[in-house]
């Protein structure tokens, strides 16, 4: 069946016909594209169009789509039983592995998702330092829990929601939203609300306004205030964990924080998520600890069978060929712009892009707003029908592999320039 008459008969079954709302196409117009498979760099609709595909299910599939040998392992897992509801060696081999790649990381709890992690890592941290406010960032989205869809991006910038219905009042009050980047309004609202603060999340490199580096001195003022204020410092490093380096963007910049939550790589394109931190903060969860976390299908075997694979196989890789790649596409898609005379901002970080249709420099959720939207959707669509598979919303971040090829990148640079003559 096509994609149309598949998402007729989803949207009876289903809200709005998808499972999660950017996939849904209404910040591009038309219709989503139901994936039939995916192999390698590249994926396969319903319709049997084979696109080049840069949502990489929004971050995992650093290896690519299908790797044999992830695939191996998931079904070597299988054959031994998909869920046990019992402690397994595969979690403490994956747990190993994360204490190995993160200098910040003592104790490792796995989950099942993002979501789950930044939402105990909040839960923990108010546990540990007996205090309620929290603070993020506009444009930073970590995840569907209450405290944290206050000015939240991805999905929630995307269709224009400034928070949700069914967030009490109450607790929304408890989380101070500041720009990403503004490094003296956090020391401001620190020094107004400190001794009530019981962290600071943030995605060290922002992926959910689209992808916007830290200024220098951000981070590090993060750090120096939540130490001085008594305050944990949060790395939501969901996307940002193992696809710029191994291990996340902490090891390239030697800043540690208090707790470390992770997902998407670490599962291997399974469901996932763990939170990491200093051993006397995790002894703080059940059951050493009185601040509750469970989760029947927390550390999976098929999930962790997966990770710990996929792990394995990115510790012999060379980062800077993904890099080179990213960089070479983004420097194609820049040319073809100027060609056509048309402004635009790229901002890349490694191997995760993102182009703003704007001709300002983007640094925060603001400068990210002020894209051109219509112009983004457009462009979305001629890429479509190009054969490239974009991110299909302005405010989320699109992905390199290392399936992707030297001629991949060039006909998706080539894809650019056809994309371009439509809008």
């Not at 992690?117 to 929290?134: H, N, Q, S």
């Not at 206050?150 to 995307?158: D, W």
């Not at 996929?310 to 194609?332: F, H, N, P, Q």
Request: hydrophobic share 45%; aromatic share 8%; net charge neutral.
């Amino acid at each position: 069946m096509d994609s149309q008459n598949l998402f007729a008969q989803a949207q009876k079954v289903i809200p709005g016909g998808v499972n999660s709302p950017v996939r849904a196409f209404r910040a591009v117009g038309g219709t989503p594209i139901f994936i039939r498979e995916a192999t390698g760099a590249r994926v396969v609709d319903t319709d049997g169009n084979e696109y080049i595909d840069y949502v990489a299910s929004w971050g995992p599939m650093i290896l690519g789509h299908s790797h044999p040998e992830v695939v191996a392992a998931i079904r070597d897992a299988a054959g031994r039983g998909t869920s046990y509801g019992a402690p397994t060696a595969l979690e403490i081999g994956m747990a190993e592995r994360l204490v190995s790649a993160f200098p910040s990381i003592e104790m490792v709890r796995m989950m099942s998702s993002g979501t789950e992690a930044t939402m105990t890592a909040i839960r923990l941290a108010r546990g540990w330092t007996g205090r309620e406010k929290i603070v993020k960032f506009t444009g930073c989205y970590h995840g569907h829990a209450d405290s944290l869809l206050v000015k939240a991006g991805s999905g929630v910038a995307t269709l224009g929601i400034p928070g949700s219905p069914g967030v009490p009042r109450a607790l929304a009050e408890l989380t101070i939203p500041l720009p990403f980047n503004d490094a003296e309004q956090v020391r401001s609202a620190v020094a107004r609300h400190g001794e009530e603060i019981a962290c600071i999340i943030v995605e060290p490199v922002a992926g959910n306004m689209g992808v916007v580096p830290p200024r220098p001195g951000f981070l590090e003022t993060l750090r120096e205030v939540t130490r001085a204020s008594g305050a944990l410092l949060i790395f939501d490093e969901v996307i940002t964990g193992f696809r710029l380096a191994y291990g996340g963007w902490q090891t390239l910049t030697g800043i540690v924080p208090d707790l470390t939550c992770l997902g998407k790589i670490i599962g291997g394109g399974l469901p996932v998520g763990a939170l990491g931190g200093r051993r006397e903060i995790m002894e703080h969860l059940a059951p050493t600890g009185p601040v509750y976390q469970a989760g029947t299908l927390s550390g999976n075997p098929l999930a962790m069978s997966a990770g710990i694979t996929t792990l394995d196989i990115l510790r012999g890789k060379s980062y800077r060929d993904i890099e080179r790649r990213a960089a070479d596409l983004c420097a194609g898609f820049l040319d073809r712009f100027r060609k056509k005379g048309l402004s635009v901002r790229i901002n890349r970080v490694g191997s995760m892009f993102t182009l703003f249709f704007t001709a300002d420099e983007v640094v925060d959720f603001d400068s990210a707003s002020r894209s051109d939207t219509a112009m983004f959707a457009s462009f979305f669509r001629g890429m479509l029908a190009a054969g490239i598979n974009l991110a299909p919303a302005q405010f989320e971040a699109d992905f390199v592999s290392f399936a992707h090829t030297d001629e991949e990148i060039a006909r998706t640079v080539d894809a650019c320039a056809k994309a371009l003559k439509t809008l």
